[in-house]
Nanobody, 125 residues
Framework: QVQLVESGGGLAQAGGSLRLSCAASGRLFSRYAVAWFRRAPGKAREFVGGITVSRSGGWTYYRDSVKGRFAISRDDAKNTVTLQMSGLKPEDTAAYYC????????????????WGQGTQVTVSS
């Protein structure tokens, strides 16, 4: 069983930055691909970005709207994944979740086995 805890959310102004962290319990964190999803009020949860396992290269993937603004990294020694967000826009306002799955990164949230409780990001204009 893996437990995930997100942190780092808060209020930012448009153009500002926030760093979200996802801390995982358990010994097998390095075997999981990790993704970030978000859910804005009244909208479906959507894929933000993800990172593959390090032994496969630690490749990162992002939705088009955040490319060049968001960056994902992982530290398997610390069982953490970071989502660095810059150039924030009001449309980035959402609850952000990290999630783990075995295998490759998948854009579908239904394929992820473990989820954190989420952290709120609010971007003011």
């Amino acid at each position: 069983q893996v437990q995930l805890v997100e942190s780092g959310g808060g209020l930012a102004q448009a153009g500002g930055s926030l760093r979200l962290s996802c801390a995982a319990s358990g010994r097998l964190f390095s075997r999981y691909a990790v993704a970030w999803f978000r859910r804005a009020p009244g909208k479906a949860r959507e894929f933000v970005g993800g990172i593959t396992v390090s032994r496969s290269g630690g490749w990162t993937y992002y939705r088009d709207s955040v490319k060049g603004r968001f960056a994902i990294s992982r530290d398997d020694a610390k069982n953490t994944v970071t989502l660095q967000m810059s150039g924030l826009k009001p449309e980035d306002t959402a609850a952000y979740y990290c999630a783990l799955r075995e295998g490759v990164i998948d854009y579908r949230d239904s394929t992820y086995a473990y989820w954190g409780q989420g952290t709120q990001v609010t971007v003011s204009s």
